[in-house]
C-alpha cells in the first residue's frame, strides 16, 4: 500500500514538473512578446517589423502569404487603431532558434473583433532573436473575425 501512495505521490509530482516546465516561456522569447503587444499597441508599425528577420515569413489563417518586411509593414497598416493583449503560454529556445507559442486578442472600439492561439520560430541574429515565421489562428469563425 505504501509502494503505490509512493509511486503515485512521484507521477504527480514528476506531473506537475513536466508541466510547469513546457509553460515556461523563456525570457527572450517573453520579451519578444512584450515589446510587439507594446509597439502595436503604441502604433509603432517600424518597431513591429524591427522585430521580424528580414526575410521573416507570417502566415495568416485563410490568406497568403505575407513575405518580408514591406508585406509584413503594409498587413500590420490595414489594423491600426485596433489593439491586441498578447499572453505567451510556452516555449523552447536553443542557441540559433526557438520556438514559442501562446494566444492574442484583437480590440476595437472596445469591442473584441477577434482571439486565437500563434505560433513563432524565432532566430538569432545579428541584432539578437527575431522572429522568423509567425502563424496564428482565430478561435472565431472566419466571417465574424478582424484577422491580422
Known amino acids: 500500500m505504501r509502494i503505490r501512495a509512493a509511486v503515485s505521490l512521484l507521477f504527480g509530482l514528476t506531473l506537475a514538473w513536466t508541466t510547469s516546465l513546457a509553460a515556461q516561456t523563456p525570457e527572450p522569447l517573453e520579451k519578444i512578446a512584450e515589446d510587439w503587444e507594446a509597439a502595436f499597441n503604441a502604433g509603432e508599425i517600424m518597431k513591429v ?5 528580414t526575410d521573416a515569413r507570417r502566415a495568416p489563417p485563410e490568406a497568403d502569404l505575407i513575405r518580408g518586411h514591406d508585406e509584413i509593414m503594409a498587413n500590420l497598416e490595414l489594423f491600426a487603431g485596433s489593439q ?3 499572453a ?4 523552447m529556445l536553443g542557441d540559433e ?6 494566444t492574442f486578442e484583437i480590440w476595437q472600439g472596445g469591442q473584441l473583433v477577434d482571439e486565437g492561439r500563434w505560433m513563432n520560430a524565432v532566430k538569432m541574429t545579428e541584432g539578437g532573436w527575431k522572429i522568423h515565421r509567425d502563424i496564428w489562428n482565430s478561435s472565431i469563425p472566419e466571417e465574424e ?3 491580422m
Open 88 to 91: 505567451a503560454a510556452g516555449g
Open 145 to 147: 473575425a478582424g484577422c
Open 97 to 102: 532558434a526557438g520556438v514559442t507559442w501562446g
Open 84 to 86: 491586441i493583449k498578447i
Open 49 to 53: 517589423v524591427g522585430l521580424y528577420t
